[in-house]
T-cell receptor
């Protein structure tokens, strides 16, 4: 089945220790998104790619970086995680067009100690 | 004013009843509207999309859109305990903007 996969599902890191989250997709969608979601809050868009074109949200901290080496894979790097970065990180994909239906992976729950 | 507003709930309905979830949005130019279901600790799952004024039905779910009032709703008929979840309203113009969700509890 076509799907969006995220690894790991749970990640524990220490304050300030870099962490990388990965996302892969078999939907062949050209748009990929990274969201941060904290408890009882709306998903917050961090950045997205139209193909290889990177689009950063204005309020995304510099501590967050992303890479998309090919159509199928996208990575989220948190260079120096703080306690406030503990959240669920969601990867989503869509086709570029008017309708923008987005399909989410299962998410990675990040804990910062 | 938030871009997408939803009543946080919780909304509690008995099994078999109709659950009505509401959402308002601020950007009058928005083109696409979505309802996602999110179980606790899980990721959002797309359940309905609607693009034009009126009603759209899919099984027990009906989405309603009124662009003039900047209002979108989701009706769940014959609610089941398995429908207990948080329902996120999402609105898209260039980027997707999500509401914080309404928590629905269906009591047996």
């Amino acid at each position: 089945d076509a799907m969006v996969i995220q690894n790991p599902r749970y990640q524990v890191t220490q304050f300030g220790k870099p962490v990388t989250l990965s996302c892969s997709q078999t939907l062949n969608h050209n748009v990929m998104y990274w969201y941060q979601q904290k408890s009882s809050q709306a998903p917050k868009l961090l950045f997205h790619y139209y193909d290889k074109d990177f689009n950063n949200e204005a309020d995304t901290p510099d501590n967050f970086q992303s890479r998309r080496p090919n159509t199928s894979f996208c990575f989220l790097d948190i260079r120096s995680p703080g306690l406030g970065d503990a959240a669920m990180y969601l990867c989503a994909t869509s086709t570029q067009g008017d309708y923008n239906e987005q399909f989410f992976g299962p998410g990675t729950r990040l804990t910062v100690l | 004013q938030k871009e997408v507003e939803q009543n946080s709930g919780p909304l509690s309905v008995p099994e078999g009843a109709i659950a009505s979830l509401n959402c308002t949005y601020s950007d009058r130019g928005s083109q696409s509207f979505f309802w996602y279901r999110q179980y606790s600790g899980k990721s959002p799952e797309l359940i309905m999309s609607i693009y034009s004024n009126g009603d759209k039905e899919d099984g027990r779910f009906t989405a309603q859109l009124n662009k003039a009032s900047q209002y979108v709703s989701l009706l769940i008929r014959d609610s089941q305990p398995s429908d207990s979840a948080t329902y996120l309203c999402a609105v898209s113009l260039n980027d997707m903007r999500f509401g914080a969700g309404t928590r629905l509890t269906v009591k047996p």
